[in-house]
Each structure stands twice: as C-alpha cells, then as structure tokens.
C-alpha cells in the first residue's frame, strides 16, 4: 500500500495540473462522547480551483453519468468547499439539516510556525509546523516534495501539501491516503447542482438558522419547503424513515441529535444550543 501511494504520488505531481488528494478523516462529533466517525474526504486541486468535499459526493457524480439523476441509495448532503485560484476566498457551502445549501464567503488564513522537526513516511520527508485555527491548537505534517500549498478543509499556506494534521487535543485527524490524476473530462455534477441555489449568508445568519432548526427541527416539512407525498416517508441523515405523522413526535430526539453535533472543526463557531 505504501508503494502504491507513493507511486501514485509520485506520478500526479509529476504528469498532471489537475490533482486529487483523498485524505481519511476522523473525528468527534460529540466532544462528550467517545465515537469516532470516520469518512473519506477528497482534496481536488485543479487549474482553475480546489475543491473539498465529501466522497458522498463522488458517488453521485458516479451514478449520474451512468444514470443521469443526482443522488443514490444511503446518500446524504454533506457541505464542501471551493476556492478559485484567482482568489484567497472559500466559498463555503453550508448544509446544516434542512432543504437548503448556505453560501459564506471568507477568507481562512493561518499563521504557521515551521519547525526543524523532521520524519519520513510512505517515502516522503514530512516537516512539521504548528498553528491555531478555528479555536483549536492544530499540528500539520506538509512535504515539500508535492509542492502545493493546500491541504484538508481551509488549511492552507505552507510550503508543500499537508499530508498530515491533527489538533492537540485529537478530535481531528487527517491522513492523505490516495492521490489520483483527475481525467480532463470529469465534471462535479452533484456539486454544481447545488452551488447556484446556495442562499448566501453571514455566519451570524447560519447561527441563527441553526438555531431556528433546533426549535423547529421539521419546518421545512410542515411549511411546505418539502413536500412528501401521500404514502411516503421522509428519511433523515442517519437513516431514521419518519412519516409525516411522526414528525412531530420525533422533534425531541431530532433536537438531541442537532445538540450533539457539538464539536466542529471550527470550535469557535461552534452554536450553543438551549
């Protein structure tokens, strides 16, 4: 396996202008809890931008040149993120539970320490820097032998691909994993579906909406912004399939769920629930 992602490594940043860096990723969802959720998160960094997104997202894009409909059996919306090349600002793409993609745009810098501390691995030399981020002391393990200044999530600035990065207190870990050339042909159908009806929005104003889910965790399916059908049922992100009966019934454990995402990688916006 080592052989093969160095191989892989090797001819990506060798032969092509579009790269993909897939990173596993694990995490805590909930700061008091002792699961770890673990998901593949893919790094596009093209020409013209870089994009990050769930491997949800892949998947459907899959399927929908086979079948040309968006979405799949045990998908999910999941946010992502895209930079222009021409620009310091991340457009975030926002889903938060409800019908609908939000839009922040915002710059995300990061003031790096680079340290003399040095390992090898999968036969790259890894150097080691430090930063604070989002309310978080993270440490980054970056190869100047890929020289792309990106990494997972916002992390960006140093002097070569992040292929490692934790916070000290290891809520978050990143790994690249993979790399792979991107074909010239491939296109990002399920995220340029949703990025023209994304609403934009200030932080301030996603809090609030996070807020107004908490209160009413099935609006969207009593005010008509989701219709669902006589005889179907709605199925929610962790596989829960409610009709519309037991919706209402169903609001508290909702609530619980939505207060136990507590922990995102940008602590500092994290939303304090009631």
Do not use: C
Not at 119 to 126: D, G, H, I, M, P
Not at 161 to 182: G, Q
Not at 252 to 264: D, G, I, T, V, W
């Amino acid at each position: 396996m080592k052989n093969v992602l160095f191989i892989l490594l090797g001819t990506v940043m060798i032969f092509s202008q579009n790269n993909r860096f897939i990173y596993e990723v694990k995490y805590k969802k909930d700061s008091t809890s002792k699961d770890i959720t673990k998901e593949n998160y893919y790094l596009d960094i093209t020409k013209e931008d870089i994009a990050y997104y769930n491997r949800l997202n892949y998947i459907s894009d899959s399927t929908f040149v086979v079948t040309g409909q968006h979405g799949f059996e045990g998908n999910r919306l999941t946010s992502f993120l895209i930079k222009k090349n021409n620009s310091n600002t991340y457009q975030n793409y926002e889903y938060i539970g409800d019908v609908n993609f939000y839009k922040i745009s915002e710059e995300a810098k990061q003031q790096w320490n680079i340290t003399d501390s040095i390992k090898v691995s999968n036969n790259f030399r890894l150097q080691k820097a430090t930063t604070q981020f989002g309310g978080r002391n993270w440490i980054a393990w970056f190869t100047k032998d890929i020289p792309m200044p990106y990494g997972p999530y916002k992390f960006n600035g140093l002097p070569g691909l992040i292929m490692e990065l934790y916070d000290t207190k290891k809520d978050y870990y990143f790994n690249v994993i993979k790399s792979e050339k991107i074909p010239d042909d491939y296109k990002r159908h399920s995220l340029n579906n949703y990025i023209p009806r994304a609403i934009p929005v200030t932080q301030k104003d996603l809090n609030r909406l996070r807020l107004d889910l908490y209160s009413n965790p099935f609006k969207y399916a009593f005010n008509g912004a989701l219709t669902i059908p006589e005889g179907k049922k709605l199925l929610l992100d962790d596989g829960t399939v409610l009709s519309k009966e037991q919706l209402k019934p169903a609001e508290a454990n909702e609530r619980k769920k939505l207060k136990s995402f507590n922990n995102p990688i940008e602590l500092d916006k994290a939303v304090k629930y009631p």
